[in-house]
């Protein structure tokens, strides 16, 4: 996990050295993807408590066994110790199924004191699910065997055996949740697996009908989810306008939505994540993406881009390009933004991007952000970095367009910032170059480039924009789970006593003087939860509110109506068109390499004679190949006198 960390002024720089825990990939090619030396201690330590805890469950269940055989068939003893075996793996399934609902509470207040990102969360979220489910499993078809094996088996139909088979369906669920999550599912169906997903209700549900005593473990975490969940709601139930959308060269979308005029849901970290339903396209789906800045944006507003390469995605650009015929009025509900807090790139003097396709995003927000500090004149109190290697890795050329996204402007002569970009294309097609001559010429040479000659390849290429012709437009809400440190707290303590005390009365007037069956108690638990959330933390959401109320009015914005163009190049659509963007602002230097990839060693040989003595920062997002090669990198370079930090980005989230 990443604190989050004061920046430190020029004299307490932290000097070269050896790769920390976090940054260092100790296991490579592991079946969960790069795991550093803090990954891999952490689950280890997961393990050891765990299975102390297992052992010592069936250490004193087997004495009990073993001192008082007179309780038990004698040539049953070992069949009863399989039994309270098989028992206690269902016991110790609820440890990873209590911690797997914290990093998926997007903006609790527990991540948020872990200076954990959500972002990297959800991976510790992935992993203790299939714990979960593996522990499960065993403690599931380890029963099955054993009333099968001693002539029990009406102990898991039977209507008699209501728990059990609550446990078993529950179990059932929990597969198919588990089975859907997997990349191949999810990828290919996102909707499918996100309806799916949902289901956890349900397992829930018959998982407290199965064992009502199990809930002790799991209820503070699941009170945090729940709390998160009841504010993402009323974010969400806000329709947000759209302001604009600029198609791209390559296709993808930029949306820009407008923000409050209070101000607390200004994106204030450069790798802030938002997650956006767009109605008009699908009312199930939700997709995150990274916030992307520009220079000259009003910070009243935030902008997302989108890469079309799915059926969402490209529905989205087909209505964009299609519906043309009134003026431009697209609504979105929106969450967040949920931020990393640490800020961990600016601990470096030297930084190392590498991004894959849609990866280039959140690094591109890295690299205006140190920008922008640079503008603010804070480089004169703390060191921030002061050279810059982007990597950056696409299959056509059109897809480098993202970079104009950037405004470079005279930052860079003006402080010393040195900013390279190496380009590769990685198509090999020789279809894929018929509008560039200026490139497709290189394609059998492989020697580097110079990213004018990219410049001059597009140079008939102009952006296309459609605003809004709306005067007043409704804005993100504040109201939220990312929202106010205080308010949220408030809301999740508030929220917590509200559930004690109900449950509490729900003990001493209901449980107390009527033996319930697992059913009933789990009905009165689930109603004591949503009454302590709604009633105690709704009450303090309704003064948030009124709060907000009363300091905020709708933003206004004046805009001119939308002007719709014929595309010279595509007589079957209607492309919009509003304002053309120039090329001037296209001012990075580097090369550009066509029908190649990098190789990664000569790479960083390179590197490491070029910032001899630096500790230099490398962060990584893309496929998961390329996580694993510049992993490798990190790992065989990190040694005196240049070490290479290691950080990845998720990149399928």
Same mark, same amino acid.
């Not at 209507?159 to 669920?173: D, E, F, S």
């Not at 470079?408 to 380009?423: M, P």
């Not at 990312?482 to 009365?505: D, E, H, R």
């Given at each position: 996990?990443?604190?989050?960390?004061?920046?430190?002024?020029?004299?307490?720089?932290?000097?070269?050295?050896?790769?920390?825990?976090?940054?260092?990939?100790?296991?490579?090619?592991?079946?969960?993807?790069?795991?550093?030396?803090?990954?891999?201690?952490?689950?280890?330590?997961?393990?050891?408590?765990?299975?102390?805890?297992?052992?010592?469950?069936?250490?004193?269940?087997?004495?009990?066994?073993?001192?008082?055989?007179?309780?038990?068939?004698?040539?049953?003893?070992?069949?009863?110790?399989?039994?309270?075996?098989?028992?206690?793996?269902?016991?110790?399934?609820?440890?990873?199924?209590?911690?797997?609902?914290?990093?998926?509470?997007?903006?609790?207040?527990?991540?948020?004191?872990?200076?954990?990102?959500?972002?990297?969360?959800?991976?510790?979220?992935?992993?203790?699910?299939?714990?979960?489910?593996?522990?499960?499993?065993?403690?599931?078809?380890?029963?099955?065997?054993?009333?099968?094996?001693?002539?029990?088996?009406?102990?898991?139909?039977?209507?008699?055996?209501?728990?059990?088979?609550?446990?078993?369906?529950?179990?059932?669920?929990?597969?198919?949740?588990?089975?859907?999550?997997?990349?191949?599912?999810?990828?290919?169906?996102?909707?499918?697996?996100?309806?799916?997903?949902?289901?956890?209700?349900?397992?829930?549900?018959?998982?407290?009908?199965?064992?009502?005593?199990?809930?002790?473990?799991?209820?503070?975490?699941?009170?945090?989810?729940?709390?998160?969940?009841?504010?993402?709601?009323?974010?969400?139930?806000?329709?947000?306008?759209?302001?604009?959308?600029?198609?791209?060269?390559?296709?993808?979308?930029?949306?820009?939505?407008p923000l409050s005029s209070v101000g607390e849901a200004l994106p204030g970290k450069a790798l802030s994540t938002w997650c956006i339903q767009l109605p008009s396209v699908s009312k199930a789906q939700w997709h995150f993406f990274?916030?992307?800045?520009?220079?000259?944006?009003?910070?009243?507003?935030?902008?997302?881009?989108?890469?079309?390469?799915?059926?969402?995605?490209?529905?989205?650009?087909?209505?964009?390009?299609?519906?043309?015929?009134?003026?431009?009025?697209?609504?979105?509900?929106?969450?967040?933004?949920?931020?990393?807090?640490?800020?961990?790139?600016?601990?470096?003097?030297?930084?190392?991007?590498?991004?894959?396709? !849609? =990866?280039?995003?959140?690094?591109?927000?890295?690299?205006?952000?140190?920008? /922008? &500090? $640079?503008?603010?004149?804070? *480089?004169? %109190?703390?060191?921030?970095?002061?050279?810059?290697?982007?990597?950056?890795?696409?299959?056509?050329?059109?897809?480098?367009?993202?970079?104009?996204?950037?405004?470079?402007?005279?930052?860079?002569?003006?402080?010393?910032?040195?900013?390279?970009?190496?380009?590769?294309?990685?198509?090999?097609?020789?279809?894929?170059?018929?509008?560039?001559?200026?490139?497709?010429?290189?394609?059998?040479?492989?020697?580097?480039?110079?990213?004018?000659?990219?410049?001059?390849?597009?140079?008939?290429?102009?952006?296309?924009?459609?605003?809004?012709?709306?005067?007043?437009?409704?804005?993100?809400?504040?109201?939220?789970?990312?929202?106010?440190?205080?308010?949220?707290?408030?809301?999740?303590?508030?929220?917590? !006593? =509200?559930?004690?005390?109900?449950?509490?009365?729900?003990?001493?007037?209901? /449980? &107390? $003087?009527?033996?319930?069956? *697992?059913? %009933?108690?789990?009905?009165?638990?689930?109603?004591?939860?949503?009454?302590?959330?709604?009633?105690?933390?709704?009450?303090?959401?309704?003064?948030?509110?009124?709060?907000?109320?009363?300091?905020?009015?709708?933003?206004?914005?004046?805009?001119?109506?939308?002007?719709?163009?014929?595309?010279?190049?595509?007589?079957?659509?209607?492309?919009?068109?509003?304002?053309?963007?120039?090329?001037?602002?296209?001012?990075?230097?580097?090369?550009?390499?066509?029908?190649?990839?990098?190789?990664?060693?000569?790479?960083?040989?390179?590197?490491?004679?070029?910032?001899?003595?630096?500790?230099?920062?490398?962060?990584?997002?893309?496929?998961?190949?390329?996580?694993?090669?510049?992993?490798?990198?990190?790992?065989?370079?990190?040694?005196?006198?240049?070490?290479?930090?290691?950080?990845?980005?998720?990149?399928?989230?």
């Amino acid at each position: 996990m990443r604190k989050k960390q004061r920046r430190r002024p020029l004299q307490e720089q932290r000097p070269s050295g050896l790769p920390s825990l976090i940054t260092y990939p100790l296991w490579v090619r592991s079946p969960l993807g790069v795991l550093t030396t803090a990954d891999i201690l952490l689950i280890m330590g997961f393990f050891i408590v765990v299975m102390y805890y297992f052992g010592r469950k069936c250490y004193k269940s087997f004495k009990i066994i073993d001192t008082y055989p007179y309780l038990y068939d004698p040539n049953s003893g070992a069949q009863q110790k399989l039994y309270e075996a098989f028992r206690y793996f269902g016991t110790i399934s609820m440890i990873p199924f209590a911690l797997l609902w914290v990093p998926v509470a997007r903006g609790s207040p527990l991540l948020r004191l872990l200076g954990m990102p959500f972002q990297r969360a959800v991976r510790y979220h992935i992993w203790l699910s299939c714990i979960m489910i593996i522990f499960a499993s065993v403690h599931g078809t380890g029963f099955i065997v054993f009333f099968l094996k001693t002539g029990q088996r009406t102990k898991i139909y039977s209507k008699h055996a209501g728990y059990t088979l609550a446990g078993l369906l529950a179990w059932i669920v929990g597969i198919a949740i588990w089975i859907t999550s997997l990349p191949f599912f999810r990828r290919r169906w996102q909707e499918f697996f996100f309806s799916v997903h949902h289901a956890y209700t349900v397992f829930t549900l018959l998982l407290l009908y199965h064992q009502i005593n199990s809930y002790r473990y799991y209820i503070i975490p699941l009170l945090l989810f729940l709390v998160d969940r009841f504010l993402r709601f009323l974010q969400s139930r806000k329709l947000v306008d759209v302001l604009s959308a600029k198609i791209l060269e390559s296709d993808a979308i930029e949306l820009r939505f407008p923000l409050s005029s209070v101000g607390e849901a200004l994106p204030g970290k450069a790798l802030s994540t938002w997650c956006i339903q767009l109605p008009s396209v699908s009312k199930a789906q939700w997709h995150f993406f990274n916030t992307a800045f520009t220079q000259n944006t009003d910070p009243k507003e935030v902008a997302i881009i989108i890469k079309p390469l799915g059926g969402w995605t490209n529905k989205l650009l087909k209505q964009l390009l299609s519906d043309t015929s009134r003026p431009f009025s697209f609504k979105a509900r929106v969450e967040g933004p949920y931020d990393d807090p640490s800020d961990f790139y600016l601990e470096y003097q030297t930084l190392i991007l590498v991004g894959g396709g !849609i =990866g280039i995003y959140p690094l591109l927000a890295i690299v205006e952000d140190i920008l /922008i &500090r $640079y503008a603010r004149g804070e *480089n004169e %109190n703390t060191r921030l970095p002061t050279s810059i290697e982007l990597y950056y890795c696409v299959h056509t050329w059109q897809d480098i367009c993202v970079l104009d996204l950037v405004e470079l402007n005279n930052v860079l002569e003006s402080f010393g910032l040195q900013i390279k970009v190496h380009a590769y294309i990685t198509s090999r097609s020789r279809d894929d170059y018929q509008a560039t001559p200026q490139l497709q010429s290189n394609m059998a040479t492989n020697r580097p480039l110079d990213l004018d000659v990219y410049r001059i390849a597009r140079s008939t290429w102009n952006s296309r924009t459609l605003r809004t012709n709306q005067n007043t437009v409704s804005p993100v809400s504040d109201l939220s789970a990312a929202g106010s440190n205080i308010w949220v707290g408030i809301i999740t303590i508030a929220s917590m !006593i =509200g559930y004690f005390v109900i449950s509490g009365l729900a003990n001493l007037h209901i /449980i &107390r $003087y009527y033996e319930l069956s *697992n059913y %009933n108690h789990a009905h009165v638990l689930l109603a004591s939860v949503l009454l302590g959330i709604l009633v105690s933390g709704g009450l303090f959401a309704f003064f948030w509110h009124s709060d907000l109320s009363s300091k905020n009015e709708n933003l206004r914005i004046t805009t001119q109506p939308p002007q719709i163009v014929s595309d010279s190049a595509s007589s079957s659509v209607r492309r919009p068109e509003v304002n053309f963007e120039g090329l001037e602002a296209f001012t990075w230097k580097g090369d550009l390499r066509i029908c190649s990839r990098p190789e990664w060693n000569d790479v960083f040989n390179e590197l490491g004679r070029k910032y001899k003595g630096n500790m230099i920062g490398v962060i990584v997002c893309g496929p998961t190949s390329m996580q694993q090669d510049v992993a490798i990198q990190c790992k065989k370079h990190s040694a005196y006198p240049s070490s290479f930090q290691y950080y990845s980005l998720p990149f399928d989230f």
